[in-house]
């Protein structure tokens, strides 16, 4: 389970020369996410998920608020937490001079994944993505879609049992698209805690088990999509939004 409790993050920002100005970028954020589930934090660009999963995945320190993996810590068990956890965007740069199974290797080396079963893990992983027919072929050859498979793949290897993926089919085709999106739901029948962050809600709608919709650094719902469309009387959870904020032009 991930519990962020009342988390909040603050930034300045120079508004002149001489005058800088302070605003909170995630303010006072609190839900649990629970093991077999994928919960969707959504909302437009500039609405605080990407600082808020940062600071989840322990990237960024938040102002104020804590955060825990059943019950551990970053203060007590920083290591302990990072090497059962995964967090991918969709701008995360990878070597692009190896091969997808050459970067793989270094990553079961990395996580200490043992070497007795590393093949056998990485041809595992390989099948599940599509990846056979470009395992072997340098990343700086592959297509975006094939890349972001790689980029899931390095997450997979050590088998954790949370992940953060922070816009991880944005601009991909719509193959590359449901693949990743039918891994994710898989992972997610295996038992593992997925905190899944887009601004596509046509797509949340189809993997989510609970979404946390946000804006301006504030939750401003919470709950199933059926719920939250039944609260807002609308079909989809693109209405829904709107509904929530007034409509278009109160988005920026």
Same mark, same amino acid.
């Given at each position: ?17 001489? #005058? ?7 303010? *006072? ?16 660009? *500039? =609405? *605080?998920?990407?600082? /808020?999963?940062?600071?989840? =995945? ?6 104020? $608020? ?11 068990? #920083? ?6 956890? =995964?967090? /991918? ?31 056998? %893990?990485? /041809? #595992?992983?390989? @099948?599940?993505?599509? +990846? ?25 290897? @050590? ?11 944005? $601009? /991909? ?14 992972? %997610? ?24 919709? +946000? ?11 059926? #719920? ?9 959870? %693109?209405? =829904?939004?709107?509904?929530?904020? $007034?409509?278009? @032009?109160?988005?920026?």
């Amino acid at each position: 389970m991930i519990t962020v409790h009342n988390i909040r993050k603050k930034f300045v920002k120079q508004k002149t020369k001489k #005058e800088k100005e302070e605003f909170w970028a995630v303010d *006072g954020i609190h839900f649990e996410a629970n093991e077999q589930e994928i919960v969707g934090i959504l909302g437009p660009n *500039g =609405a *605080g998920k990407t600082t /808020l999963l940062r600071m989840i =995945a322990g990237i960024m320190n938040p102002s104020e $608020g804590t955060i825990s993996f059943s019950g551990k810590d970053y203060q007590h068990q #920083e290591i302990e937490i990072k090497q059962n956890l =995964a967090y /991918l965007s969709g701008n995360t740069k990878i070597y692009q001079s190896l091969s997808a199974y050459e970067l793989l290797e270094m990553c079961c080396d990395f996580y200490q994944v043992e070497k007795s079963v590393v093949k056998e %893990r990485i /041809l #595992e992983i390989s @099948h599940t993505l599509e +990846m056979d027919s470009f395992l072997h072929n340098r990343i700086a050859n592959l297509s975006t879609g094939q890349t972001q498979r790689v980029n899931i793949a390095r997450c997979l290897i @050590h088998d954790p049992d949370y992940y953060i993926f922070d816009e991880s089919t944005s $601009g /991909l085709d719509i193959i590359s698209s449901q693949i990743i999106l039918d891994f994710i739901k898989k992972e %997610r029948d295996r038992g593992k805690c997925i905190l899944y962050s887009t601004h596509y809600m046509e797509e949340a709608e189809n993997i989510c088990d609970r979404v946390i919709m +946000m804006n301006h650094g504030k939750v401003i719902a919470t709950g199933t999509p059926k #719920e939250i469309k039944n609260q807002t009387k609308t079909t989809n959870l %693109r209405d =829904a939004f709107f509904a929530l904020i $007034g409509g278009t @032009h109160h988005e920026e």
